[in-house]
């Protein structure tokens, strides 16, 4: 069937089943597609206290939302090696009195297993997701880590991460795919001038090969972060095997969250064995200033005075 004129087909088409085991509009929903490797539970948190625990005993990437306050609707990601018993520990907490909704994505067989790993690889990037668009707003809990996957099975995670995205969107959850045409509602304080400075410097570039001007630089934050960086020509490069520090403070500008998420889309961060609150960049980066780039590597608002320059003339030689 076709309802739009010179409508171009974007990509594979799917077919979702939203079934409603209790009835109603609002009340319990399962969002299924017979082509993915995931589903999607919808519940409100008033009937969490009455869940079959051993229906949800399983690994599973969750998100809670509320009621909107100030504007933002708030939404909580999370990850669990067991659903059931994470959803108590949820209950028992008075800080998640907040939450009205939850939304479980988990796997749909035992033949395609769907790990605690397969969980956390969904959280990293649905967090990722969620903060690049800005329709609602994410809740800190722990950082989300990007789990080591087996080379051989990361396009069976990317495939279930699509899946989950799309599943979610279709359970009412716009959290991670703007409505086309929607502006997003980004929650950022107030452009300083350093800020908007920022968004009118010029692009980023990934994958640089320009010679140092001459100095170094070296950046120290939150006392795990280390970078190394260098002038060249009117840019400022972040050289590879530095530093990327995974979580992104409410602070930090709409340019800034941009173009974090275009580094991880970029797949130039690679996961640092024990590491869970930083990444590794894999190649030189080209940023339009100090400022913007270590705002890039540090997810936070702040300035150029991060970077301290290097004395050469005092690092160690060895005498072979």
Not at 165 to 175: E, I, S, V
Not at 299 to 312: F, I, N, T
């Amino acid at each position: 069937m076709s309802y739009f004129k010179d409508k171009p087909l974007i990509s594979t088409r799917t077919t979702s089943h939203v079934h409603r085991p209790y009835g109603g509009v609002a009340d319990v929903r399962e969002i299924i597609d017979r082509a993915a490797h995931v589903k999607v539970l919808v519940f409100p948190m008033s009937l969490a206290s009455r869940l079959v625990a051993s229906e949800l005993a399983c690994p599973a990437f969750y998100a809670m939302t509320g009621d909107a306050a100030d504007g933002n609707v708030p939404i909580y990601l999370g990850e669990t090696n067991c659903f059931s018993r994470r959803l108590g520990e949820h209950l028992a907490d008075p800080q998640k009195a907040w939450a009205r909704l939850m939304v479980v994505v988990r796997g749909t067989s035992k033949e395609v297993r769907f790990t605690k790993e397969t969980a956390a690889y969904l959280q990293f990037w649905l967090t990722l997701a969620a903060d690049r668009c800005g329709v609602m707003k994410v809740v800190a809990g722990c950082p989300p880590r990007m789990p080591e996957i087996d080379p051989l099975e990361m396009p069976l995670h990317e495939r279930m991460l699509e899946d989950a995205k799309r599943l979610l969107f279709d359970a009412g959850l716009t959290a991670f795919e703007p409505v086309p045409g929607g502006m997003p509602q980004v929650d950022a304080p107030a452009l300083l001038p350093e800020v908007a400075d920022d968004a009118e410097s010029g692009p980023m570039e990934i994958d640089v090969h320009l010679p140092p001007g001459g100095a170094e630089f070296e950046l120290r934050y939150d006392e795990t972060i280390w970078a190394r960086g260098y002038p060249a020509n009117d840019r400022f490069v972040v050289a590879s095997g530095s530093d990327f520090r995974i979580a992104t403070n409410p602070s930090a500008s709409p340019v800034t969250r941009a173009r974090r998420a275009a580094l991880f889309e970029a797949g130039v961060l690679t996961p640092i064995p024990g590491a869970v609150d930083r990444m590794r960049i894999t190649v030189d980066i080209a940023f339009p200033s100090m400022a913007t780039a270590a705002k890039a590597v540090c997810g936070a608002h702040v300035d150029s005075s991060k970077w301290r320059p290097v004395d050469l003339t005092q690092r160690p030689v060895m005498q072979l």
